[in-house]
């Protein structure tokens, strides 16, 4: 994953962006899934964008870690994770490589499916810790 800062006077960037819109700063994020329009920052507060996303709260972390497809939780010893996700690691941490390998393709193959936000989320979720476990696998 990549962060920029795009200087607006020395780099004017307009197209579909529309800098500014939604209050300053503008925020985007690119992926496959956006394609090159990128997709903004969605206000969670009523506050001004700055203070929302400034020091005093975490909404830019979770922002960073939701957009950017991640977590803080440890596959190896279950720190950061919710109790849902230490069920699902102690569930998949005995299974062989090749189970993983596996669930982790059935998982890929409901990316398409028409679900809620939730169970996407929760979709999501389980490829990543598959994706660590397999990675913490190999280098084991």
């Not at 529309?18 to 899934?33: D, L, M, Q, S």
């Not at 979720?125 to 660590?132: D, E, H, I, M, P």
Request: proline residues 4%.
């Amino acid at each position: 994953m990549r962060f920029a800062d795009i200087n607006l006077s020395e780099s004017p960037i307009r197209e579909n962006y529309n800098p500014g819109a939604g209050g300053w700063p503008t925020i985007r994020y690119f992926n496959e899934e956006t394609g090159v329009d990128g997709k903004p920052y969605t206000q969670k507060t009523d506050m001004s964008m700055c203070d929302e996303l400034g020091p005093k709260y975490d909404y830019m972390m979770e922002y960073v870690m939701e957009a950017g497809d991640t977590s803080l939780c440890n596959v190896l010893d279950g720190s950061g994770c919710d109790d849902r996700s230490i069920k699902y690691l102690e569930k998949f941490r005995a299974k062989s490589k090749v189970e993983k390998e596996e669930q982790l393709k059935r998982l890929e193959g409901m990316e398409g499916s028409s679900m809620k936000g939730e169970l996407k989320d929760w979709l999501k979720t389980r490829k990543r810790l598959l994706k660590s476990m397999l990675a913490d696998h190999d280098e084991l």
